[in-house]
């Protein structure tokens, strides 16, 4: 792998080994000291001192956003969703992409300091924080997760917006024709009801505009009630997308996951759909004690990456990719019979008891393997070495 690949997969948002995930985390953290700089240093009383602190950091931040564009300008050919021909059009083409876009503005101030056009600072800089906001945005690992159920739920979204809509205008035509005699300066048109049936229809409740007559205070409560019933219809809407698109994605890595397993190398594509709805990922690190010995048996482990210590009193074992253990108190319903100790950084499936029997139901053949694989470490437990 070339450096620049190598750079790009640190970089990649989809990277969720130990280095990525910090790397991301310390971006987070960078952008969030960029904002509070600015912001303090737009408060008018402080003093001099911390004024020219709150300048300094806000510079160190746009200088470390410059090097950042730089890099990733640099590693974009990497990149699998740009197809152009030459690295030259593929940065290009990232450049303008949303990203590189965003990426770019946040610049800026770092980019006039260099020219000598502007003194950054606080009060030069402040223009930039929605931008720095939005690369935040960018590096959070849930805005593409938030926008993909917004896709997926358009259509009844777009059905609960047009409800709202209706509701909205309904409402604010109705107290027009109700308030606008008692009082004109807030209901005197259908537009100026507006900002009452907004804040009443979203239940916010500012009380900057009430309703004076009884029919317009009976009005206030039906809408109310209306904008209760649609929220709550939005809400639906997107916890049930939220929790369909979680689905989708953990169903794909488990599967991608399991096709990393030898074991399951010659089952179906039907049989492994039925098995990794079964399955869960966990990740271990070094020297993490997954077994205890005499503890109930209610799952077993497929390990995915990495290597782990099977301790049977004085004797050992190692188990690597594509093994599994904790099969046995499954199969025999005894408790645990050995200690089973991460050597490394682990990735492992697992099985739980109750999804192990509805497995054995649905995959008889792939249980018979486990079953088979578990007599042949009976009999090698119970020899004089372990191997």
């Known amino acids: 792998m070339t450096h620049r690949a190598n750079i790009y997969r640190l970089s990649n948002p989809a990277n969720q080994d130990k280095v990525g995930r910090r790397m991301r985390a310390f971006e987070v953290l960078v952008n969030l000291i960029g904002i509070v700089s600015v912001s303090v240093g737009t408060l008018h009383d402080l003093s001099g001192e911390s004024r020219a602190l709150a300048a300094t950091i806000t510079g160190v931040v746009a200088a470390l956003f410059l090097i950042e564009y730089l890099i990733r ?68 690992s849930g805005v593409a997760l938030i926008a993909r159920v917004f896709h997926n739920e358009r259509s009844a979204l777009g ?57 317009g205070r009976m009005l206030g409560g039906l809408v109310m009630l209306c904008g209760i019933c649609v929220l709550a219809l939005l809400a639906g809407i997107l916890a049930t997308g939220f929790a369909e698109e979680v689905r989708r994605r953990e169903f794909m890595r488990i599967w991608d996951l399991v096709a990393q397993v030898p074991f399951f190398s010659d089952v179906g594509a039907i049989a492994v759909a039925d098995i990794v709805g079964q399955l869960h990922s966990r990740s271990f690190s070094a020297g993490t004690r997954i077994i205890h010995k005499g503890e109930a048996g209610d799952s077993m482990y ?21 093994d599994f253990f904790g099969e046995m108190a499954l199969l025999e319903r005894k408790p645990r019979s050995a200690d089973v100790v991460t050597l490394t950084q682990c990735t492992t499936l697992v099985l739980e008891v109750a999804d192990f029997y509805r497995l054995a139901g649905q995959q008889p053949d792939l249980i018979a393997a486990i079953e088979t694989e578990a007599k042949r470490r009976r009999a090698l437990n119970a020899a004089p070495q372990l191997q």
């Open 73 to 140: 300008l640099w590693v974009a050919p990497e990149n699998p969703h740009f197809s152009a021909s030459t690295s030259a059009q593929t940065r290009i083409a990232w450049a303008f992409s949303p990203t590189g876009i965003i990426d770019l503005l946040a610049v800026i101030p770092a980019l006039a300091v260099a020219s000598g056009e502007a003194r950054l600072g606080a009060d030069s800089a402040s223009v930039f924080v929605l931008l720095w906001v939005s690369k935040l945005a960018t590096r959070a």
């Open 159 to 215: 059905a609960a917006a047009a409800l709202f809509a209706m509701v909205l205008f309904s409402s604010a035509t109705v107290a027009h024709w109700l308030e606008a005699e008692a009082q004109p300066q807030f209901f005197g048109s259908i537009p100026s009801s507006l900002w009452w049936a907004v804040v009443t229809l979203t239940t916010t409740g500012y009380g900057d505009v009430v309703p004076q007559t009884p029919a």
């Open 302 to 322: 497929f390990i995915v990456s990495g290597s782990v210590q099977v301790h049977l009193g004085e004797r050992t074992k190692i188990l690597r990719d594509g």
